[in-house]
């Protein structure tokens, strides 16, 4: 196993840590977690993983497994910081709830009316846009990651260049996911405190539950001391990769926590809004957060990972879906290197986080997901007196997800195939690579340039993306991006009629880029 003798190390509790509840054993089924966990890294190749479960108000477990970073000694436990990622979302609503709590906002309140400089592309949705709507990803917009993916702007920026953005979907009526309004709603939340978000969730949340390792920067973790290192695997080698800054898209998806620190979180959230008596939200805004509003299509691929199925939903902040027969309330996060799951069932008042250190190609997570919440669901059923359910066969979740990712890898090198084969050889640009140099410019990503570089083209569009330009047929251009994140783009030039370059087109990531400068 290539992360090395780390993993031999287990550094893990069942216990009542924190909180006067009395302690809570772990049911029956969950004996063999150790031995579970150990293997779904071995699965996947997963250098580290750190996981937390509460159950009757008290933290059973929290603990970590593996090791931090490739290659080294230093091991991961409870007390190891990870990138949250999206499952800060439910953060910025619990937030946005206590706004609710003390009347300063509504959640259907109008956000032009609240936000000034807010603006959809379509004056009609400006006007009837709601805080409701900012919440439950139903903006109608595209998903447009790189208004604050390594383009420099700040939250302000990204909320003014919102009604440049094209609109595939139509709003309140389709599901699109959208880390912008999650930012948005950042921004509204400092207007109407005159407090930014960053420091209103670590003075409203963090520092009432204890979480004092908690925070919303991507430089504190990777200055932090016990941290978990990002992982890709890259060309087949599992490496170590850059953090990249996420402190512009922080209400989306920007916190970083511990398991033992998650755990306090989710005793907040399964208690209603009260930690240790105080009681920090009320119980009808924490749950309205948690109330499904936009409909979330999935198809028979999903059932392979959740038996009987019957409804999926946004809630905000939360999805919202059944999973044998309960109620189930989660969220995922993952970005450059890192993969999360936060989840809770309520009627079993039961929560736990997943949090590892690898991303793509990475389902270790959410198998140790369904096994916990597998044995404390089986255990429930299999008492005296509990009614009899279906859809309670035991599955291998390893092998399940095993398999969906499988198959996810056969249709990724299918398309890499098909992309290769379109490849018309033999051709040429139309122009000499020199007519390609200028400045390029999108009135909602900001600015793009193209240089050359010892004969060849390079693209930069932010202040930071940037790559080698290829030729791959005509005049398009393969653009190597340098990070597993991002692969590779093909970008074709648009030529006018005096056979001037005029634009530039990416496929499948950023719009076009007009030429405003050669």
């Known amino acids: 196993m290539r992360w090395g003798a780390g993993l031999a190390r287990t550094a893990f509790v069942f216990a009542a840590l924190s909180n006067p509840a009395a302690a809570q054993a772990p049911p029956p089924g969950l004996s063999h ?43 991961v436990d409870q007390h190891t910081l990870f990138g949250i990622m999206s499952t800060t979302k439910a953060f910025t609503s619990t937030a946005v709830a206590m706004l609710v709590d003390e009347g300063l906002i509504g959640w259907d309140d109008r956000v032009a009316e609240l936000l000034p400089g807010f603006a959809m592309p379509d004056p009609w949705v400006t006007r009837e846009f709601t805080v409701r709507d900012l919440l439950s990803h139903r903006a109608g917009l595209e998903r447009g990651d790189f208004l604050w993916f390594g383009s420099g702007f700040d939250r302000g920026q990204i909320v003014r260049h919102l009604r440049h953005l094209d609109e595939p979907g139509s709003f309140r009526s389709t599901y699109g996911y959208s880390n912008n309004m999650y930012i948005t709603a950042g921004e509204l939340i400092e207007t109407v405190t005159g407090t930014s978000w960053d420091r209103f969730v670590d003075q409203r949340i963090f520092t009432p539950l204890g979480m004092s390792q908690t925070n919303t920067t991507t430089d504190a973790l990777v200055d932090a001391a016990n941290m978990a290192a990002p992982h890709e695997e890259i060309g087949g080698t599992l490496q170590v990769v850059r953090m ?28 209603d809004g009260v930690h240790n008596g105080d009681t920090l939200v009320s119980a009808a805004a924490l749950r309205e957060t948690r109330r499904p509003q936009t409909v979330i299509p999935f198809d028979d691929a999903a059932l392979a990972t959740n038996p009987g199925m019957h409804f999926l939903f946004y809630a905000m902040g939360w999805t919202v879906q059944d999973y044998r027969g309960r109620e189930l309330i989660q969220h995922s996060g993952g970005i450059d290197g890192l993969r ?81 084969e379109a490849r018309v050889m033999g051709t040429a640009p139309s122009l000499p690579l020199s007519a390609y140099v200028g400045s390029y410019e999108s009135e909602a990503f900001g600015d793009a340039l193209v240089t050359l570089r010892d004969g060849r083209l390079w693209v930069q569009v932010g202040p930071s993306i940037q790559g080698p330009l290829e030729h791959w047929h005509y005049d398009t251009f393969r653009a190597d991006w340098g990070n597993p994140y991002l692969g590779w783009s093909l970008v074709t030039f648009d030529l006018d009629a005096q056979a001037r370059v005029r634009s530039m087109d990416w496929e499948g990531w950023w719009p076009k880029y007009r030429r405003v400068r050669p």
């Open 340 to 420: 999360s799951r936060v989840a809770l069932i309520p009627e079993l008042d039961l929560g736990l986080v997943v949090l590892t250190n690898k991303g793509r190609y990475n389902s270790a997570f959410d198998a140790i997901r369904n096994e916990v919440l597998d044995a404390y669901i089986f255990a429930a059923t299999e008492s005296p007196n509990a009614p009899r359910q279906a859809n309670m066969e035991r599955v291998d979740w390893i092998a399940r997800f095993l398999d969906r990712d499988h198959h996810a890898r056969a249709v990724e090198a299918d398309t890499l195939r098909a992309r290769l």
């Open 33 to 75: 977690l150790d031995a579970f966990v150990r293997a779904a890294m071995a699965a996947w190749d997963v250098p580290g993983v750190a996981v937390a479960v509460v159950h009757g108000d008290s933290v059973v477990l929290a603990g970590g497994w593996g090791v931090r970073r490739s290659g080294q000694e230093a091991a």
């Open 244 to 271: 990249r800054s996420l402190d512009n898209e922080a209400p989306g998806g920007a916190i970083n926590s511990t398991a033992r620190e998650m755990a306090e979180w989710l005793r907040l959230q399964l208690r």
